[in-house]
């Protein structure tokens, strides 16, 4: 059928003997359906194929060739030719579909049809349409699956188990069998195979079979989470839980869809204090499989019992100032309960004195823990606790302190200070001093005493207390005295307390602010940056506060405001830029110097300020030009003129040096460099030079 057109395909000949020789023939075939698949030479008889030829179409063609002979007496004979259209393989094998879902049961037996593939091929002949199956595996491991190569069909070649495989991807191929290899042709098509779920697998328990709950529970509290797992998928993987024993008093209720197992009533581990409940777990398969599992539940104790104590008042005394650790009461508690909740401990509860005392948190002993002090507290009401783990019960305990003469005077404050202007009168009353003594009788008779020099400038009153001086004060002299007085009991031990007195001599203005020295130089560059430090002055006041503060100020000298002083430093600055050439000194700046007193004290200081030249203004020549005439003849030496300029600035600033710039490139002239005096150094001549024009510079 691939047979190209244009070829020859046979040639009908006439027969071969001397009467054929001379005819002259016509061939022609004889259209029949409209076939046009085939032509022949009118002349040579050459049979050609005109259009391509498909075997599936036609695969047998019959023609009906006439011959004419054109010779005398003419004749016509027909002859008919069958040609019959070989297959060619130039068709592939296609199935009807490019993907296919399938779904077989998880527990079906090998060898079990799972489907049946049927692929088409357009060829004709046996081999070249003749269509063989076969399989590809994508996944890791054995295929469980097989197909017959001839028929198609797809069976289990081994166990399924969902569990483990839940879909397998396959490759089928189709491959027609042309007797040449390299002819064959093929197709595939992709295949899951959906393994589905068959219920083979019973729920298993993954939860304790143990579980704890306090027995004051309340209804409702969660116990227990009963979990079990069923790997089947869907319905046949759905767990319920059922409590099949155990549970005849109703003391718990199990969720049937969470598993949660809660308390149904209130639970006394005094009547029953274990549970053994045989739970099932159940899945929803058809037909359903299960399971089952013991839990054991454990109730624990709850301290449900207060303690009693055996007395609810303890009274008792106790000397003050016995060493820590004296022994006071023993206290004692019962409780009902058992165990670890039948264990007390003793303690004492916070209140007004309790860190005091320390309590034997076992045996319930109370003792001291400081020294006591009957006149800080006389009486303790404490209360002592006997505790278990939740459960406490209380004693009141009422402690008296017996007195002992352990106090000495106290002072309102441990030190006192005090001011006292220096001109107080001799005898004046400065200061009442009180002492007080918490012991009753003489040992709470208080007297006063000093036990430190006061220079004689004070003396206290040994019953009142009172502080008073005994001479005139100068603070100048001394401005602070410190001294002890104490207070004594009257008792057998004659304690007694001392505070400490600071009397500060409150100054008066009497003295002057005096300057250190009357009168002052300095000196300051001009041209100087206004507000330039010149000088420090200092004057000292030996009053304090206020009436010892100086202030400075420029009481006259300043007319034109040139200098300021700061009031509190006493530095002395320029206001304005100072100029030498202006003014080259100040000499009668008087300074003043305040204190802040009421009424205020003075003294003053003269200061003489010296202005420093600097080199601020260039030399002036006496005139801008200089003409002069001279003759040609004038010998070589002579005296030509003399230039002369002026500096304001002094000392060497002032110094002139005259110097020749330009214009005596020809060396006719020298100058004077200090008196500017110009000389002929050379000849002159008129016809040469009739004039010279000199720079001359002067610095």
């Known amino acids: 059928e691939n047979f190209k057109p244009a070829q020859v395909l046979d040639s009908l000949k006439a027969p071969n003997n001397h009467l054929a020789l001379n005819r002259k023939l016509h061939f022609s075939i004889a259209k029949v359906d409209d076939n046009v698949h085939f032509e022949i030479d009118s002349l040579t008889g050459d049979l050609y194929l005109s259009k391509e030829l498909d075997y599936e179409t036609d695969s047998h063609f019959l023609l009906q060739v006439i011959i004419k002979d054109y010779n005398n007496p003419p004749q016509n004979s027909s002859v008919f030719l069958s040609i019959d259209v070989e297959d060619k393989n130039d068709h592939s094998p296609y199935f009807q579909d490019d993907f296919v879902v399938i779904g077989v049961e998880e527990n079906v037996p090998v060898g079990t049809l799972v489907y049946t593939f049927n692929a088409k091929d357009g060829d004709g002949s046996f081999l070249n349409s003749k269509i063989e199956y076969s399989l590809e595996w994508s996944n890791m491991g054995e295929n469980p699956f097989l197909i017959h190569p001839l028929y198609g069909t797809l069976t289990t070649a081994s166990p399924l188990d969902r569990e483990i495989t839940r879909s397998v991807i396959l490759t089928v191929f189709a491959e027609d069998q042309a007797t040449n290899l390299t002819d064959r042709r093929l197709d595939s098509l992709a295949v899951k195979i959906v393994i589905l779920d068959v219920n083979d697998n019973s729920p298993s328990f993954t939860s304790s079979p143990l579980s704890y709950v306090m027995e004051d529970a309340e209804v409702g509290f969660l116990v227990h989470h009963a979990i079990a797992m069923d790997p089947d998928e869907g319905r046949n993987g759905q767990v319920t839980y059922h409590i099949l024993s ?226 005139a004060l100068d603070r100048e002299t001394k401005s602070q005295y410190t001294f002890r007085a104490v207070a004594s009991d009257c008792g057998t031990h004659f304690p007694r307390s001392t505070t400490v007195m600071t009397i500060l001599i409150q100054d008066m203005n ?28 200092f004057a000292t006041d030996l009053d304090s506060g206020l009436n010892g503060e100086t202030e400075y100020s420029i009481l006259s000298g300043n007319e034109n405001a040139t200098f300021l002083i700061d009031s509190v430093r006493g530095i002395l600055a320029t206001s304005t830029g100072l100029d030498y050439e202006n003014t080259s000194s100040y000499r009668f700046l008087l300074l003043l110097a305040s204190d802040r007193g009421t009424p205020s004290l003075n003294s003053t200081a003269m200061v003489l300020i010296t202005v420093l030249d600097v080199n601020d203004n260039p030399p002036v020549f006496s005139s801008p030009e200089y003409h002069v005439h001279v003759k040609e003849s004038i010998p070589i030496g002579s005296h030509i003129t ?58």
């Open 642 to 699: 003399e230039v002369s300029a002026k500096d304001c600035d002094a000392g060497t600033n002032a110094e002139i040096t005259y110097a020749i710039i330009s214009g005596n490139d020809r060396g006719h002239f020298c100058l004077d460099g200090r008196t500017g005096s110009v000389n002929l150094t050379k000849t002159l001549d008129y016809e040469d030079t009739m004039k010279f024009t000199l720079v001359i510079q002067a610095t």
């Open 246 to 471: 155990g549970n005849e008093n109703k003391a718990f209720v199990l969720d049937k869809i969470t598993g949660l197992l809660t308390t149904a009533q209130l639970l006394d581990r005094e009547v029953r204090e274990q549970y053994s409940l045989t739970i099932m777990a159940l899945d929803e398969g058809s037909p359903a499989l299960s399971a089952t599992q013991v839990l054991t539940i454990i109730v624990l104790d709850v301290n449900d019992e207060t303690p009693v104590f055996l007395k609810q008042l303890y009274e008792t005394a106790v000397h003050e100032n016995r060493a820590p650790g004296e022994f006071v009461v023993r206290v004692e508690a019962v409780d009902r309960d058992a165990g670890l909740n039948s264990l007390l401990q003793y303690e004492i509860l916070p209140g007004a004195g309790y860190e005091k005392f320390k309590m034997n948190s076992d045996s319930g002993e109370l003792v001291t823990a400081a020294l006591l002090d009957r006149e800080t507290q006389e009486v303790f009401s404490i209360k002592g606790s006997s505790v278990n783990p939740s459960r406490s019960s209380t004693a009141q305990l009422y402690l008296t302190v017996l007195d002992e003469n352990d106090h000495s005077p106290v002072f309102a404050k441990t030190q006192y200070q005090i001011s006292v202007t220096e001109d107080v009168e001799e005898g004046s009353a400065v200061l009442d001093l009180s002492a007080s003594d918490e012991d009753d009788g003489l040992n709470g008779e208080v007297t006063y005493s000093l036990i430190d020099d006061t220079y004689g400038a004070f003396a206290i009153d040994s019953v009142t207390g009172s502080i008073v001086t005994a001479k």
């Open 510 to 537: 009497d003295n002057v602010p005096k300057f250190e020295q009357n009168y002052y130089k300095a000196s300051v560059w001009e041209g100087q940056s206004p507000k330039t430090d010149i000088i420090q002055v």
